[in-house]
């Protein structure tokens, strides 16, 4: 591979800012082409951003004319099968927006695509890369509060988007639940094993579908993980990140979301009632940059280096599965095991 990737940017929306902002930045990189349908977005995007690449609204021409090393998927879900399985063919590797799909069938299928071509297929997943839940992670990590038994993750956000998301069935759930599910599996380094999801749609709620749900799901290492969440909250919001709650076998552990991490064990560990306890302040000091622009490096640093990526999609399907499992739950007020949605 040539130390300067040749970069075919597809989709020119707003998202594509913080793609371009960092790929720029990067001297390793050379922007070749920009892909989208209504060119004018594409023209100004190359204006905004004093490129001097062609601009295209045929992706297909686009890649035969630029013939990229790797393409990124900045387009709706609904198209992501068909953008990604046409560039792997084409030779090159894809980095993308989440979801990784719409459908687990064109997941399933865009992974086998990328590990048949061998081929990787990244997804952002940028709130990994913040620095406080970095620290959090390294207290369940290290096992600064004992063996984990549970976490648990609540979201409640007063979310007025306007458009698609008033009117889907789950807003909540397929739209923005893959973050926290996405978080749940790095936070606790475990993978799912099933779930029981209730979904609803309380009084005062401005969307058609369910803005509210509240999910429990088994984890390996017989860790729990609950899920309670709302995009119709009216006060008592949390970030856009949860707030989190640990629990282990010698303490506890907390994250707001906003401010660095702590974790409290009980101080005097003879008394079965312990009035005090020693809280602890987790503020790593790492030095990487966070956000989009985090995954956006990790995934170009990982492919130099011939190694997976953070959020390579052989992974980022358990956090897809996830999703589907808890939608399929809802449907059918049933437990659900990933393993009737996919075999992990």
Known sequence: MNNKLRVLQVGCGGISNNWLTTLKGREDIEIVGLVDLDENNAINKRNDFNLTCDTYTDFE????????????????????????????????????????????????????????????????????????????????????????????????????????????????????????????????????????????NPSGSWYKGNASAVCIFEMTDNVVFSYNGSWCAKGNLTSWECDWRAMGSDGAARWDGKSAPWYEKPSDTQNMFPAEYERNIIDNDDNYEEGHAGCINDMIDSLKKGIPSQTDCKDNIKSLAMVMAAIKSSKEQRKVYINEIIDI
């Open 61 to 200: 021409k686009a890649i035969a004319d630029t013939t990229p090393d790797v393409v990124i998927d900045n387009t709706i879900p609904e198209i992501h099968h068909r953008i990604v399985t046409t560039s792997l063919k084409a030779d090159c590797h894809v980095f993308g927006e989440k979801p990784l799909a719409d459908t687990m069938e064109n997941a399933i299928d865009m992974v086998k695509t990328a590990d048949k071509l061998n081929k990787s297929y990244s997804v952002m997943q940028n709130r990994r890369f913040l620095k406080d839940i970095r620290s959090f992670q390294s207290i369940i990590e290290k096992q600064m509060i004992g063996e984990l038994g549970f976490i648990g993750a609540s979201f409640y956000i007063e979310a007025h988007f306007g458009g698609f998301r008033d009117i889907m069935d789950s807003p909540l759930i397929l739209d923005m639940a893959i973050h926290t599910f996405d978080q749940a599996r790095f936070i606790s380094g475990c993978d799912p094993i099933s779930v029981y999801c209730h979904e609803f």
